[in-house]
């Protein structure tokens, strides 16, 4: 035997050895995924191109380094005898490409050779903490101080006085949830949840409300929501009345709304077309209403 059949012998005893060592429930493609998984090839050549990487995870390389700085702490995972865990900044982009793509959990467990479970729970993880570290952050509870800025700031902007805010609800599509019925059927013939928000003058989200019924219109939606109660209890921190221009009497801030919407003391919505088109005033009304409420229309709520 000369030396090269001996090298080739200790290198397939070597291979042998550690294939042993894995943990048997570990499968093949999974155990090169350092070496072949998405995280470790693509990932690395995207930093270098930060147009790509914009399209791929929908977020500039800056917006990924700052989140993944926010919740490292609450992703990072222990190294035991076992098995090494997978890094906070994998977990972050598996959660990303699920997020931006919708693609399924064994799609995404193929492309970064991870086990489809083990996505669902990185998604899972990922989302919670990127909520529990952003939220107060990028979508605080508005201060009567905030409310008072967005009156200030909405009135010379857009020309809408004692505006609180644009209100509005779109679908969500979504499997079934489990035990259901048909509470989350839509008249499109599929399953879809509520999504409703409430956006400032700078197209700035204020509050959202998930989860409401496919069944129920936007205005009951609103109403049995954490935002719609707390306005009709009037624990909305909504600043003081104040007289109109060119008025004297106090008048209620507002939010805006479409015809979805029941017409109360804090919320207006347009008149009837057969009203608005038989007076000056009302057209005039509708016209500035629409105009203000397309601050939430314009932001993609759609997905």
């Not at 700035?204 to 009951?220: M, Q």
């Amino acid at each position: 035997m000369d030396q090269s059949d001996v090298v080739e012998e200790t290198l397939l005893l070597a291979a042998l050895i550690q294939d042993e060592q894995q943990p048997r429930y570990v499968t093949a493609y999974k155990r090169r995924r350092e070496e072949e998984g998405e995280f470790h090839t693509l990932y690395q050549q995207l930093r270098q191109h930060e147009e790509r990487f914009y399209i791929y995870f929908r977020m500039t390389i800056e917006c990924f380094d700052e989140i993944l700085y926010l919740i490292k702490g609450d992703i990072q995972k222990e190294y035991t005898n076992y098995r090494k865990p997978i890094e906070p900044a994998e977990c972050l982009a598996v959660a990303l490409r699920y997020l931006a793509t919708g693609d399924s959990y064994s799609t995404i467990g193929h492309s970064f050779r991870i086990g489809f479970s083990s996505v669902s729970i990185i998604v899972e993880e990922v989302c919670n903490a990127i909520w529990k570290r952003l939220q107060p952050i990028c979508l605080p509870e508005p201060t009567w101080e905030i409310r008072e800025r967005t009156i200030s700031s909405f009135q010379d902007v857009w020309r809408f006085p004692n505006y609180l805010g644009s209100i509005y609800g779109t679908r969500v599509a979504v499997k079934c949830p489990d035990k259901t019925g048909s509470a989350y059927f839509s008249y499109l013939h599929k399953f879809s949840i509520n999504l409703m928000a409430i956006v400032d003058h700078n197209y700035t989200f204020l509050f959202i409300d998930v989860g409401g019924y496919e069944k129920n219109s936007d205005g009951g939606v609103f109403e049995a929501s954490a935002m719609g109660q707390k306005l009709l209890n009037g624990t909305l921190n909504t600043p003081r009345d104040r007289p109109l221009p060119e008025q004297n009497e106090p008048t209620p801030g507002v939010l805006i709304g479409d015809e979805a919407f029941p017409l109360g003391p804090n919320l207006l919505r347009p008149f009837p077309y057969r009203q608005s088109r038989h007076g000056k005033n009302k057209h005039v009304y509708n016209k500035r209403l629409c105009r203000a409420r397309r601050v939430v229309e314009k932001i993609p709520l759609v997905f």
